[in-house]
């Protein structure tokens, strides 16, 4: 069993920054692919970007965010990160961690086992 919560959203202008955090329960964490998905009021679900397990060598993103979001993970603290940079209002949704059991991270939100409760992320024009 794997427990997430999510922090660092906010209301930020755009071109602005902010670096979410997802702390992780468990002695496992290692063994979990990671990601961050977003969803918009009266839209689905989206995949933002991924890490894959223990070292966290691999990053996937979706083009939407590639070169202003980074992602990453330090096992040691049982936390992953997504730095947002050069936000725009478009990138206004809830926020949520997500752990698979997986080397690779799943571009699907159905590939992931267990979720965090979400942060609200607001950038205004």
């Known amino acids: 069993q794997v427990q997430l919560v999510e922090s660092g959203g906010g209301l930020v202008q755009a071109g602005g920054s902010l670096r979410l955090s997802c702390a992780a329960s468990g002695r496992t964490f290692r063994s979990y692919a990671m990601g961050w998905f977003r969803q918009a009021p009266g839209k689905e679900r989206e995949f933002v970007a991924g890490?894959?397990?223990?070292?966290?060598?691999?990053?996937y993103y979706a083009d939407s965010v590639k070169g202003r979001f980074t992602i990453s993970r330090d096992n040691a603290k049982n936390t992953v990160y997504l730095q947002m940079n050069s936000l725009k209002p478009e990138d206004t949704a809830n926020y949520f961690c997500?752990?698979?059991?997986?080397?690779?991270?799943?571009?699907?939100?159905?590939?992931?086992?267990?979720w965090g409760q979400g942060t609200q992320v607001t950038v205004s024009s």
């Open positions: 997500a752990a698979q059991r997986a080397v690779i991270p799943g571009l699907g939100a159905d590939d992931y086992n267990y």
């Open positions: 890490i894959s397990w223990s070292g966290g060598g691999s990053t």
